[in-house]
T-cell receptor, first 114, second 111 residues
């Protein structure tokens, strides 16, 4: 596609529910990143993939957070048993290579936990 | 772990004034990238610096990477209202790990 696409744009759910956030990167981009961005803050690194391999998941806050990219293209970030503190903008970015290439960001998913 | 700081946090300038934001990392960076995020938008890549002491220019924007590859700056000459937004520096440490964004400098330009 022309850019990084994220869905849904907005997600409101009750505490304790599981949520799955989707990212469709730019076609041909091998690297995919997930970030969390609080209002007025910089993006906080969560995890990144090269093709289908999860290379670094050191930023995932706890074991309720997981991500996958099974075919090296679309990725899903899953949050289990959501808590109010999980409320944030979740952003996906893709690049043609890891860390030393420009990252192209999607519009994000605004997650609100009630 | 690696920490990236930026100063100032906010900057209000009159249109036509210059603006500078400074970025400092606690560890050596293999490269540094700068992004701009408009209000309500997503971060957009501006430039990447790789070499120690490197200076790059994009029209009114000048980017510099420190000799020790631990700091960087972005200078905007004669700001315009279109420069409004938050400017982030970001980069991986020297081992290519831990890609970290700074907290950003929010620029307001008064017409």
């Amino acid at each position: 596609g022309a850019g990084v696409s994220q869905s849904p744009r907005y997600k409101v759910t009750k505490r304790g529910q599981d949520v799955a956030l989707r990212c469709d990167p730019i076609s041909g981009h091998v690297s995919l990143y997930w970030y969390r961005q609080a209002l007025g803050q910089g993006p906080e690194f969560l995890t990144y993939f090269n093709y289908e391999a999860q290379q670094d998941k050191s930023g995932l806050p706890n074991d309720r957070f997981s991500a996958e990219r099974p075919e090296g293209s679309i990725s899903t970030l899953t949050i289990q048993r959501t808590e109010q503190r999980d409320s944030a903008m979740y952003r996906c970015a893709s690049s043609s290579g890891p860390y030393n290439q420009p990252q192209h960001f999607g519009d994000g998913t605004r997650l609100s936990i009630l | 772990g690696q920490q990236v700081m930026q100063i100032p946090q906010y900057q209000h300038v009159q249109e036509g004034e210059d603006f500078t934001t400074y970025c400092n990392s606690s560890t050596t960076l293999s490269n540094i990238q700068w992004y701009k995020q408009r209000p309500g938008g997503h971060p957009v890549f501006l430039i990447q610096l790789v070499k120690s002491g490197e200076v790059k220019k994009q029209k009114r924007l000048t980017f510099q990477f420190g000799e020790a590859k631990k700091n960087s700056s972005l200078h905007i000459t004669a700001t315009q209202t279109t420069d409004v937004g938050t400017y982030f520096c970001a980069g991986p440490d020297n081992y290519g790990q831990n890609f970290v964004f700074g907290p950003g400098t929010r620029l307001s330009v008064l017409p």
